[in-house]
């Protein structure tokens, strides 16, 4: 076996438990997708050409409640701005790769894949086996995505009337599960308490509005009271 | 939805050159990119943010008004599964058991 695909597979293969962790998501949001009216060929486009699984969970709420399409993006740019920093931390082990790797390697960014990659980047160096290995990871994670996005939306075919069933409720479960643990930090229960409270006293704003004042609400809560839990502001101001 | 096929193509398209365009910023243009330390903290903010500001209009307002009430088994449903993930970690389980509440909720009220 040459050690590109070697390379390959271990990528591929130390990714595991990131696919098993996301293929729930997967199907949850291929079955609310549809649920919520979003025909097929949107959610698989979604996973496909999106591929960025909390955004696509907020776009099918917020296409779901009639959002403007300004709004939808804005609220895509905030959620997915992250992948700016993984972008960031990658960059020193891409900047010998040629465009053509570099540009894929940017499209199949995601969290569990910077998770894999950059540490085994940082560990074992950036040669071009690092490069096969990343490849690896991000194909299996993009696989796997459009594997169980498709199995939800035939989930959600097969099976009409879910929202009538509370499937609506999965979408809440989800994120509830996802942001409680998160919670035992101050400054996120702060930014928590203070986003839900706009969202709610917001919520019959236009166009989802409320979630954009909501967020920067609670982004700008949790930034004051991590630095006034720092107590003097040392080391930042930049 | 209420969207057309062609307002749903635009939305799609715009999210991809959004997501894209965040992911390629540093990989392929970062010679002339740097990333702000303030921006940095705010981001770690941002899911917990988003999430909760989706999440606590559909618990308590399902409808649109405030339900306090023992009608809204969004409100237990959606405790359960919280309390579950955050003391257990287990984002499945909790959102299993988040989901047997509304369901036994619904079924008694």
Known sequence: ?238 | MNLTTQQLLLAIAGMVVVTYGIRLSFLVFGHRLAFPHWLERSLRYVPAAVLTALIVPMALAPQGDIELTLANAYLPGTLAAGALAFFTRRTLLAIIGGFVVYGLWRWLM
């Open chain 1, 1 to 238: 076996m040459s050690d590109r695909v070697s390379a390959l597979l271990a990528g591929s293969r130390d990714t595991i438990p990131m696919l098993v962790g996301a293929a729930p998501f997967g199907v949850i949001f291929g079955t609310l997708a549809i649920a919520s009216g979003i025909p097929a060929w949107a959610t698989l486009a979604l996973s496909a050409l999106v591929f960025a699984g909390s955004s696509q969970f907020v776009a099918v709420g917020l296409i779901g409640g009639g959002v403007a399409l300004p709004v939808l993006w804005l609220t895509t740019f905030v959620v997915n701005l992250r992948h700016a920093l993984y972008s960031a931390t990658l960059l020193p082990h891409a900047r010998h790769l040629p465009a053509r790797w570099r540009w894929p390697l940017a499209f199949w960014l995601t969290d569990e894949t910077f998770a894999v990659v950059e540490h085994r980047l940082r560990e074992h160096g950036d040669d071009m086996a690092g490069a096969w290995y990343w490849l690896g990871s991000s194909l299996a994670m993009y696989l796997n995505w459009l594997l169980w996005t498709t199995a939800g939306v035939l989930l959600g075919q097969s099976v009409p009337g879910l929202a009538e069933l509370g499937l609506d409720f999965a979408m809440v479960a989800t994120f509830a599960a996802i942001v409680a643990p998160q919670l035992k930090k101050r400054p996120v229960l702060i930014a928590a308490l203070l986003a839900g409270s706009v969202a709610l006293a917001a919520r019959g704003l236009p166009y989802k509005l409320g979630l954009m004042l909501a967020a920067v609400a609670g982004v700008a809560g949790g930034v004051l009271a991590e630095r006034s839990a720092a107590g003097a502001p040392q080391e930042e101001q930049a």
